[in-house]
């Protein structure tokens, strides 16, 4: 009898199995009532949308997405404090800051590297891409609520949904390199945005030390961390965002270097990353082989 790799990624496994399917039915359940939250603010707001609506709804749909994802998985406080002790235990600082420094070489060079791309196809475009953002940061009020939904609800819901569920079933009903792909895939294109590339490498990260440290804490902490980086270092740098931005050539030229030198740090330290922990990788596909057998 041929078994499917059911014991291949038991980490947390003291937490509830979900299906792909109830994932599928949570996230529909949050766009429709977005899409009656929106109309309801449409139907009261001369009909227009504001940059604060549009940061409301995106922490209401973060909201339900977070609870009723931590409702399937149901962890309890005694699963939870194991948890957290596992990833103390397990905690490296010096790769989680290796990993911290070269992705955000990475996702700043491609992501200014995809710009460049677009503006060279088409200016107009590629203006309308960047200005064209779910969370827009004009106010105190709306930078707290940035905030929470950057730094605390989606790591939490990113790691759960791609992680913990698209990676795992994935990977038990192929293969482990096929739900590192394909979920990393998915993960890049539902956060379309100049970020994509670095999106698509993170989720590659993401499922390594996921595999590695068997603890989903592991990645969580990536994303909370580079959320925080994102809040407390890049939006007062460039300050709350109040007027269309354009593109110039000036600004493309600048771009295409600084981009081309961040882009290539970046991705060598990633293939290092990949390389050296390769054997993780090749230790998990081997059980799902022999269980296989």
């Not at 068997?214 to 969580?220: F, K, R, T, Y």
Request: proline share 2%; aromatic share 12%.
């Amino acid at each position: 009898m041929v078994r499917k790799g059911v014991e291949i990624l038991k980490f947390d496994s003291d937490f509830n199995e979900v299906k792909i399917r109830n994932v599928v039915v949570i996230y529909l359940i949050t766009i429709v009532t977005l899409i009656i939250a929106s109309f309801f603010i449409l139907s009261s707001a001369d009909g227009e949308i504001s940059n604060s609506d549009m940061n409301k709804l995106c922490m209401q749909s973060g909201i339900i997405l977070f609870s009723m994802l931590i409702y399937k998985v149901k962890p309890s406080k005694e699963k939870i404090i194991n948890l957290y002790n596992d990833f103390k235990i397990k905690l490296n600082v010096k790769e989680i800051i290796c990993i911290i420094s070269f992705f955000t070489c990475l996702n700043v060079g491609g992501s200014k590297l995809i710009i460049d791309l677009l503006y060279l196809i088409d200016p107009s475009f590629a203006n309308d891409f960047i200005n064209d953002i779910p969370l827009t940061i004009n106010s105190t009020t709306d930078y707290w609520m940035c905030f929470i939904i950057v730094v605390i609800l989606s790591p939490v819901i990113d790691e759960l949904t791609f992680r913990y569920v698209l990676f795992k079933r994935i990977s038990k009903k192929l293969n482990i390199y096929a739900g590192l792909i394909v979920s990393s895939i998915i993960f890049s294109a539902i956060n379309l945005c100049p970020e994509m590339i670095g999106n698509l490498a993170l989720g590659v990260i993401n499922c390594i030390l996921y595999i590695k440290y068997e603890n989903i804490l592991m990645p969580m902490l990536i994303c909370t961390i580079n959320g925080l980086l994102y809040m407390l270092v890049l939006i007062p740098f460039q300050g709350f965002k109040t007027e269309y931005v354009t593109l110039t050539s000036d600004y493309i030229i600048m771009n295409a270097i600084s981009g081309t030198v961040l882009f290539s740090i970046g991705i060598i330290f990633f293939i290092r990353f990949i390389t050296k922990n390769k054997i993780c990788l090749r230790e998990s596909f081997d059980k799902d082989i022999n269980l296989r057998i």
